[in-house]
């Protein structure tokens, strides 16, 4: 198993509580303790989490978190504000504020490192936001190293990271995505809208390779249509040594509200019907054969299962099942 930042923060703490019990063996435990309640943490918050998958290895990354008003009307926008209110209330949430993540993922086969989605890039670095290439590098992993770029859509935090001052951000890598989602943004979408893939997408064009539903990125990582979101959305099955996980990018973009209210709609949802289909259809699977899932808005390290639960389907985060 792959050391993850999450056992060097787990360490830290094991190690921290052995001082303080040795400080209260001779007799100090109120000066360690006073000590250590003033002195600032210089502990960060885990930016990257590996784990096996068969003979895959899988890393998400934290490009970066967003706090701010909602989840209504964002999501729920259909709702009345108290409907989506006392949801959140009901799950231990804040009513009236939220926070967004985004995870971009690499998968390494032993062959060839595939990455899925580049966060929003170097113009939201400001903002705390961008900032997969520098958790690349903390990871160990030089992004000339990219094999394949797979664009699961083409909403601009998912593109935003594909070029870096003007440049290819992964200069060796190849690109794929689905004809669809290409031709809608590049010939049908309004020009304000796709200002994001004229920048980041067009210049590279000619490295771009299409696939539709089934269709294989390399042995063991296959697409799969779920479409809504955006015109060509789509997820991937990634399967190893009899292992499984599902990529499902933004299928659904709040680990309570678009799970729990499948049907409730999405403010960015292109087609809302479509999208909420595509949500019951993978998460009713991904709930009837309890398999677990990396999605792109998920709270932080983005990986879980789900069981059904009400109109919907309940959120679990992953502990250790991947440890053993």
Do not use: C
Request: proline share 7%; charged share 20%; no cysteine.
């Amino acid at each position: 198993m792959v050391t993850s930042p999450f056992d060097v923060n787990r360490r830290s703490l094991l190690l921290g509580t052995a001082a303080l019990a040795g400080a209260a063996s001779a007799g100090v435990a109120g000066v360690g303790l006073a000590a250590a309640q003033d002195a600032p943490s210089t502990a960060e918050a885990p930016t990257w989490n590996r784990l096996s998958l068969g003979d895959f290895t899988v890393t998400t990354y934290l490009d970066g978190m967003r706090p701010g008003e909602g989840p209504h009307p964002i999501f729920g926008m259909d709702q009345p504000a108290e409907a989506v209110q006392d949801l959140m209330e009901e799950n231990f949430l804040p009513p009236s504020e939220f926070v967004n993540y985004f995870t971009p993922t690499l998968v390494d086969t032993g062959s060839e490192k595939i990455l899925f989605d580049t966060g929003l890039g170097a113009g939201a670095r400001e903002n705390g936001l961008g900032m997969l290439a520098a958790r690349l590098a903390a990871s160990g992993v030089d992004p000339a190293d990219i094999d394949v770029v797979v664009i699961t859509h083409m909403h601009g935090d998912h593109i935003g990271g594909l070029m870096e001052n003007g440049a290819p951000a992964f200069a060796n890598a190849r690109y794929v995505t689905t004809a669809r989602e290409y031709d809608y943004w590049t010939k049908e979408a309004d020009a304000e809208r796709a200002k994001g893939v004229v920048a980041n997408v067009v210049p590279l064009a000619e490295k771009f390779t299409f696939l539709s539903d089934g269709g294989e990125v390399v042995p063991g990582i296959t697409a799969m249509a779920a479409h809504g979101h955006t015109p060509g959305h789509t997820i991937y099955n990634i399967e190893s040594g009899g292992r499984r996980l599902v990529l499902t990018a933004d299928t659904a973009n709040h680990y309570v509200a678009s799970l729990q209210r499948p049907d409730w709609e999405v403010r960015f949802d292109m087609d809302k019907a479509a999208a909420a289909a595509s949500r019951k259809e993978v998460f009713g699977m991904l709930a009837a054969d309890r398999v677990p899932f990396i999605g792109y808005h998920m709270p932080f390290p983005a990986i879980g299962y789900v069981e059904p639960h009400g109109p919907g389907f309940r959120f679990v985060p992953v502990t250790y099942q991947f440890e053993v």
